[in-house]
């Protein structure tokens, strides 16, 4: 931790641009990631990406584990040589989905006030309760697999020592992610477990070498305020080289506001912060502001095989091309965007696409909304760098 | 016609190379044709169709009229400008429609004996009878809609027409495909009706430009040889600028090249030639071989949505990804492919993605696929100006 890894190069209110060094290159922050679940983000090839601008995908541990499994990838040279990818990875660690497949699934609520965090874009059916999927205990977890109903342990040493023989650069620790139907005495007990589980995920991960992989601890509490800020201190006063913030965010923006309202201050000022899970534009602008580093989010390409663009002027920053209104419209979806799609195609074309069930329109729409990402976040550190984020997120929010 | 629209180039028994001139440029053949029916090939966009180097696509008119309607393309620029591909592009007509959404399917024998002409990769239903979607009279083909319902009525004028406004530079006139359940009867009527459309066709086709689009006139007969020799010589002596084989073309590739033994006699030397809907491999080089100028086929993403990875050296040219046996193999999939999926990814990997179920392995597949064809139209154009076409296909297909 410290200068080394993470250089804070500028500040605007509680907003930073930083510079993260990690094994595989060095990351400009606020960044957006990516999600890879399985080592793939959608149909976007490693060129698509790399062409797309972005510095840093997630990957998910739990889902490696089951498929294609840690063995294949290992004896492939590692997650980066596997996918194709040569810039820094990032790997989430099973957390959430001890509470999709466990809780969430039992309290049929899903995703319901959850940022999607790991499970790419192939929602659990959240429709009805039903069994649990996960045995939860204090060494660990269990998971039976939804692909052969084989069982799985997953503990916070497994974790840690399965993410660093993956080869990833950024690792997060196992932590265990409640629901936003739990009480507060289970949402308590959960964060007292993440807490000692941190505590094993560190105790794990070393001997490790100061510039190698980095392990980010979790902090979680619900949408309880004594519980997200001693969970930010306990979290943020460990040997981590970076902290995120992960569970439920409640179920409004401005609940996910308020979270990290109470959560960022407990952090330290030198370490890099990631949401997990969070990255509807409206987030991204909030979490940003809050002094938020990193954030990923399935949201871009979930909203691509709709048929929903990002655009900087529509209201909730959404286009649906699938409107008659752009059924003759030889317009581009956004006049200066820069990326494959709005260089090359009408919404005209893009409208028939979707109409036709053709599945380039998932490609071509994918491909616009992480461009439009990578240049929101390049706006709100050129913002930050300038001093003038507060005025440019009102400007972007009004232009509407 | 004639040499200032196509202009053979060498000769190796019957198979020729050639250039083909169009409004959008200039066709080395023998060429394969990428479907793009409802103006896209499946997830690959115009850019990735140009770095395999492919010189022409064919799309659909029967589709393009239901969906999104010759007024919309018109309105924004005609099908080049429409779909981003600023190439030549051939424009079926429908004929395959009238048997498929026929005969087709009241006989539930869908594309059996057929070479997937101009659906795309969505292959119609072919479980039992059903009731028909066409009526057939002498004016032309009606339609019921799949979308919605409504009919549309598809003449020789009216696909000729269409096909002109739509700017396509190689235009197939309307015919009518039969099943190969058909009787000798049926076929014959079949084929006369043909013979009387196409005389309708060239006639709405005038006064065309010297350098305008080319029509081109459609050989029927099934698998019946007389048929198949009066048709070739019926539409090869009219006025078309090139000329095309449909229909059913028999169940077996021994068959395929009866039929085309049969046709090609008949066909003008000076006219290119088109098979419809045949592109498997070893149908591909057996058209070559007959003299055969142009061909299309689904078959390169077909195979590619199931993991099917075309192989030189494989059995059939197949090689099966999700076989357990590619699991931990490093290989890309061809050691000597230049396509952008075997210079990035190992065989573990896209079977990994398939095994997922990621859609990125079903682009990356394609990719390859396509680039595999592109690749084996170059050498067999080599070997035939180097006059070795029948040692090359020999030493193709024996050194599996």
Not at 17 to 24: D, K
Not at 43 to 62: C, E, K, M, P, W
Not at 327 to 351: F, G, H
């Amino acid at each position: 931790m410290g200068p080394a890894r993470f250089l804070i190069t500028s500040r605007d209110g509680l907003a930073r641009t930083g510079l993260l060094s990690t094994p595989h290159g060095v990351i400009e922050t606020p960044a957006f990631v990516p999600v890879a679940t399985r080592a793939a983000v959608q149909v976007l090839s490693a060129a698509d990406l790399q062409r797309a601008g972005f510095q840093v995908l997630i990957t998910n541990a739990y889902h490696l584990h089951l498929q294609p499994g840690e063995e294949v990838i290992r004896s492939l040279g590692g997650l980066h040589k596997f996918m194709g990818w040569s810039g820094p990875l990032m790997i989430d660690s099973g957390g959430f989905q001890i509470f999709s497949l466990g809780s969430g699934r039992m309290q049929g609520v899903g995703k319901v006030g959850k940022g999607n965090r790991g499970d790419g874009d192939r929602p659990l059916s959240n429709s009805g309760s039903k069994s649990s999927l996960v045995r939860l205990d204090e060494d660990g977890a269990e998971f039976v697999s939804y692909l052969d109903g084989t069982r799985h342990r997953f503990t916070p040493e497994s974790v840690a020592e399965s993410a660093l023989a993956l080869g990833a650069d950024l690792i997060m620790a196992l932590d265990e992610c409640t629901s936003p139907l739990d009480s507060y005495e289970q949402t308590r007990a959960a964060l007292e477990r993440t807490h000692r589980w941190a505590l094993r995920s560190l105790e794990a991960f070393r001997p490790r070498a100061p510039k190698g992989p980095a392990l980010f601890g979790i902090v979680q509490g619900g949408d309880y305020e004594d519980l997200r800020r001693e969970s930010a201190r306990f979290i943020g006063g460990l040997d981590f080289e970076g902290v995120a913030v992960g569970g439920a965010l409640g179920t409004s923006k401005a609940h996910i506001r308020q979270v990290l309202e109470w959560t960022v201050p407990g952090l330290p000022e030198g370490k890099p912060r990631h949401l997990l899970g969070i990255g509807w534009v409206e987030d991204v602008l909030t979490a940003v502001r809050l002094g938020l580093d990193l954030m990923d989010c399935v949201a871009p390409t979930r909203l691509a095989r709709t048929g929903t663009f990002l655009h900087k002027k529509e209201k909730r920053f959404r286009l649906r091309i699938r409107n008659r209104e752009f059924r003759l419209d030889p317009r581009p979806v956004e006049d200066d965007c820069p990326c494959p799609t709005c260089r090359t195609c009408s919404r005209a074309y893009l409208r028939h696409l979707f109409m036709a069930g053709e599945p380039l329109g998932f490609h071509l729409a994918s491909v616009h909304n992480l461009f439009f990402m990578e240049a929101l976040m390049a706006s709100l550190r050129e913002a930050i760098r300038e001093k003038r984020l507060g005025l440019w997120i009102e400007d972007f929010l009004t232009k509407k």
